[in-house]
């Protein structure tokens, strides 16, 4: 099969069901993108299908044939950083960092739908995002800044 | 010959900044070249915390495990500060595990900048100093008289870069006793400093254990006993072996080993094992603990009292008042974002083991048992941890690694706990219950206090903790419930339920003593300095300080809406001291919310804001979710909760607002990757009373049905 990650088209020899992440993470070598919970639940595994933040987790590496992936990895255009993952840096929004690239990601979708979304709209649209260290006043921020 | 030694001291002279318990410097020759970098400079290392190269690079090697507290960036300040080096123009590098060089390479006990603080500011000084003692020789002038600023050493209009230096540095004796800047000398201490791995962080490449790749090396997975109190009998693996990328199914100890090519497939695999447990004791369930704790505090204390002061039976006896309360709280999992993972590879007469953990050290030591290998044949490289919270002071998973590359035939594997794995694979914070009894005289002071602890497989009581030392007749009684249910140490251990209990039953006192909470505290804490009772392991001054400075920024007493609550809680432990104000709102239909808590914080020197910051406001918020929401129960040996489905997290919407004071201070640094946690849930569990009248007693809290 052949999926579209970060501009890139990719030939994958694997059973249809894989997901989404372990086809990014073992098989691209894209580590980016992190398990946390392999349910969907907690958002580090989230990556770009057509512009929605999705939980690559629980995503069949099959459904996205077709379709254009972005993950953290394919942020990043001409050496200049996104302003989100600007923004992150910016704020030193991190501890332990293992839930940001799902965060940044997450916060990417927002934005292309939001360009100004208000604290309350933040806070809704990471709902699906868990910082087990809880430096969410920061990724507020750094949001609100981006 | 003389040539030939020079030569070979030249590049390898190291500082062994604590060898012993002082900062005695002392010297590694080794007797190898330097290293060339990639564009023909030749990298010296002055000692083992800095390397310079010869056009003037200079890294920092930072041997503390990171596990997001920030020391990957904090530590290295110490040293650059004092090497008096440009912060952005230097290399920050993670050190493996290496006992002859370095000291207490350990996260844990909020300890890392606290045991630095002295030695890392040293191993930077006395680079400095050789730097400007080789300056000196070469422009034949005094050293004292030479100063260094960002990367070079100065003399009257002379200057030369480290670089230019580092050989003839390397040449000579490393001073003994150099002195360190004062604290208004710092350029770099106290400077707000972001993360030095941002910039990896935020385009996807930092690589944790999890995502550690080698040539030839296997994933694992592995199937554990599903209920405490289980053992593995036998299993049928036919199916799971025939599971496409599935190489070895293994089976050790208590456990059977899934290996194959990538983590979906062996996860898929281990679904098609087949294996039979047995019951190799009781299984326990949630409603039996709580009927032991309960049985055991509802007796005579009958160990010896963990702490007594007086004698509180005769205090008791004569009181105008006797209050008393009882506390529960539930097993904890840790949880930490990035589950359990190790990488190793065993070879016939060593082993490489490299991942996430929080105690190397201890990790070698395990490993070199359990496989009957010189420690010095082993080597630990300690990545960046996707959270610890006490979980990787566990060496379990590195264990499950290194049995897992040997059994299979020396192969590199890395072991990968799924999230169910992690969550229902033990370690808790022990499960505890709290009774505490305290007498009022008839002056309405505190004459006596009574704190009885029990925990499953573990927890225990905090024996020194304030009120002690402010009142004449104390004592501190523990008991322990032994079970199969295996426990940790989790984010300010044993502190973490301690003070929810004490802090709330201190405001259930103040009430009964018809004082405000924040009075009594000052007024205990006036006797603990005018009249200490035993010992006093907190200074009540810095005590009482913070304690004031919350209130003020807190606004405590003062009005601040009619739906507006607040709570009050203040808790010593790892060396700091910390005072919260909770602001809880009553909403429309009578439910709570809370909306804020105020922070002051005594942690002495704050090495870096930004990180210091950052960890006060997750340490709260971290502690109002777990207060909140979380809970790990059992049923017949079973854990209840397996994902983050059943397991609640505080997310955004939950999180309160997070106001911080740092006291200004100039005393040598003291823990905060944990302190700021304990008294958070007790701060809030004081606004709720103040709300709704209702004393909160368990956790976790969302079960009172208060909370919108």
């Known amino acids: ?146 | 010959m003389q040539e030939q030694a020079n030569l070979n001291r030249r590049n390898f002279i190291r500082i062994s900044a604590l060898t012993g318990g002082g900062l005695v410097l002392g010297f590694n020759y080794f007797l190898t070249s330097c290293s060339t970098s990639q564009d023909g400079g030749q990298v010296i290392e002055l000692n083992a915390f800095v390397k310079i190269d010869t056009k003037g690079r200079v890294t920092i090697m930072s041997p503390n495990p990171e596990v997001g507290q920030g020391v990957k960036t904090s530590l290295p300040m110490l040293v650059a500060e004092e090497l008096d080096v440009d912060w952005k123009e230097i290399k920050i590098e993670q050190a493996g595990l290496d006992t002859v060089n370095y000291k207490r390479q350990v996260a844990g006990g909020s300890g890392s900048v606290r045991e630095s603080w002295e030695s890392f500011r040293k191993v930077g000084a006395t680079a400095r100093q050789m730097l400007i003692s080789a300056a000196a020789a070469a422009w034949g002038v005094p050293a004292a008289e030479c100063a260094t600023e960002n990367g070079h050493v100065v003399y009257k209009g002379k200057k030369k870069t480290y670089g230019e230096l580092v050989e003839q540095a390397a040449k000579l004796p490393v001073p003994e006793n150099v002195a360190v800047k004062p604290a208004t000398a710092f350029r770099i201490i106290g400077q707000r400093t972001r993360n030095v791995d941002n910039h990896a962080i935020v385009t996807g490449q930092y690589k944790y254990g999890i995502d550690t790749k080698r040539e030839g090396m296997l994933y694992a997975t592995i199937i554990r006993p599903p209920a405490f109190g289980m053992t593995l009998e036998s299993l049928d693996d036919a199916e799971a072996k025939r599971s496409p990328g599935v190489q070895q199914v293994l089976r050790f100890d208590n456990k059977i080993a899934v290996l194959g090519r990538s983590t979906w497939e062996v996860m898929q695999a281990a679904k098609k094992v087949k294996p039979q447990w047995k019951e190799d004791g009781t299984l326990e369930s949630t409603a039996d603990y709580t009927e032991k704790l309960h049985g055991i505090l509802a007796k005579k204390p009958e160990d010896k009292p963990r702490r007594q002061d007086g004698n509180i039976g005769q205090a008791f006896a004569k009181a105008a008042k006797v209050i008393e309360l009882a506390f529960d709280a539930p097993f904890l999992a840790h949880n930490t974002m990035e589950p359990m993972n190790f990488f190793a590879h065993v070879t016939a007469d060593g082993a490489e083991l490299y991942g996430p953990i929080q105690t190397p050290e201890r990790a070698r030591g395990r490993i070199a048992e359990l496989l009957k290998l010189p420690e010095e044949k082993i080597s630990v490289m300690m990545t960046r941890m996707g959270g610890g919270f006490g979980r990787r002071l566990m060496t379990d998973f590195v264990e499950e690694a290194a049995m897992v590359s040997r059994l299979a035939g020396n192969v590199p594997v890395n072991v990968i706990w799924s999230r169910e794995d992690d969550m229902t694979g033990g370690f808790y914070r022990p499960m505890c219950s709290y009774r505490y009894k305290a007498a009022l005289n008839g002056n309405n002071e505190l004459v006596a206090w009574h704190h009885h602890s029990a925990g499953v497989s573990g927890g225990g009581a905090s024996p020194d903790s304030f009120p002690a030392g402010a009142v004449p007749n104390f004592q501190v009684d523990a008991h322990t419930y032994k079970s199969p249910v295996t426990t940790a140490p989790w984010r300010g251990p044993t502190h973490n339920y301690i003070a929810f209990s004490e802090q709330s039953f201190l405001d259930e006192i103040a009430r009964q003593a018809g004082k405000d909470p924040v009075a009594l505290r000052l007024e205990l804490l006036e006797q603990a300095r005018a009249n200490p009772v035993g010992k006093v392991n907190y200074e009540p001054d810095r005590f009482a300080a913070v304690i004031k400075k919350a209130a003020e920024i807190g606004g405590w007493g003062k009005s601040k809406g009619e739906n507006i609550f607040q709570g009050f809680a203040a808790h010593f432990s790892f060396a700091s001291y910390v005072a919260q104000v909770a602001e809880v709102e009553k909403q429309a239909d009578g439910k709570l919310k809370l909306k804020k808590i105020y922070c002051v914080v005594d942690c002495g020197t704050v090495v870096n804001p930004s990180g210091a910051e950052t960890q006060v406001e997750g340490s709260i918020i971290d502690g109002i979710g777990h207060a909140m929401y979380a809970e790990l129960t059992l049923t017949n040996g079973r854990p209840d909760q397996s994902n983050f489905h059943n397991y609640r997290m505080i997310r955004m919407r939950e999180a309160p607002a997070v106001e911080i004071h740092f006291i200004q201070s100039s005393v040598a640094p003291t823990g905060l990757g944990e302190p700021c946690l304990p008294p958070a849930g007790a701060a809030l569990a004081n606004a709720v009373f103040a709300a709704s009248g209702v004393r909160l007693l368990d956790q976790p809290f969302i079960k009172s049905g208060l909370f919108a």
């Open chain 1, 1 to 146: 099969m052949k999926i579209n990650v970060n501009s890139t088209e990719y030939t994958l020899n694997v059973p249809d069901n894989t997901s989404l992440l372990d086809a990014l993470r073992v098989h691209l070598n894209l580590t980016g993108s992190k398990y946390g919970c392999g349910e969907g639940a907690c958002g580090a595994c989230k990556v770009l299908v057509d512009g929605r933040a999705v939980p690559s987790c629980i995503t069949p590496v099959a459904s996205v044939q077709h379709k254009s992936v972005v993950t953290i990895e394919g942020l990043e255009k001409d050496g200049k950083l996104h302003p989100l993952q600007q923004a992150f840096l910016d704020e030193d929004a991190f501890q332990c960092a293992y839930c940001s690239p799902g965060m940044i990601m997450a916060a990417v979708a927002l934005k292309s739908r939001n360009p100004h979304p208000s604290r309350q709209e933040i806070i809704d649209a990471m709902q699906g995002n868990i910082c087990r260290c809880c430096a969410y006043p920061r990724i507020i921020n750094a949001i609100s800044k981006a």
